[in-house]
């Protein structure tokens, strides 16, 4: 993949699941491989900040952020459902919760399906993670999500 500072090498691991990562930096500054979780999937990039998706199922994910310029990761969180990056700077996820957390029952319109389909209901906490300032803000915003 080739962003205007990087340029990202990904190889799949032979026979598990995961992946290896080598970023490319210009400049003449030198490569990095990445630190990779168990089971550590590329996302994307954003900036000078790259994401790794880690975990094989609906549930049990962990997202890894990378500071691309420090050559180190510099935040991670469990996380269910999807991952959006608003204005460059902000990370908004659900963080899984348990049931009794959940102050305010979501509408859940896909529960029967998902149940029909051998899978459970869970729910998730919105959440805002703001890269420059890097902090996490908790919002009393739910919602269900799939779970194995």
Known sequence: FIYQH?????VNNEGQPGQQITVKRDS??????????ENGYFKGVCRNKMFVD??????????????????SQFFNTPYCGDLKILHDDRLYFMMPVDEKEVTRMPDCPEKEQWLKDGLRVGYGQRC???FVIRTLTRKSEWACVPMQ
């Open 28 to 37: 003449g500054r030198a490569d990095f491989v990445v630190p990779m979780p």
């Open 128 to 130: 805002i993670f703001n």
């Open 6 to 10: 990087y340029t990202v090498k990904i």
């Open 54 to 71: 880690a975990g094989t199922g609906p549930d049990g994910r962990e997202l890894f952020v990378y500071d691309l310029d420090r050559m």
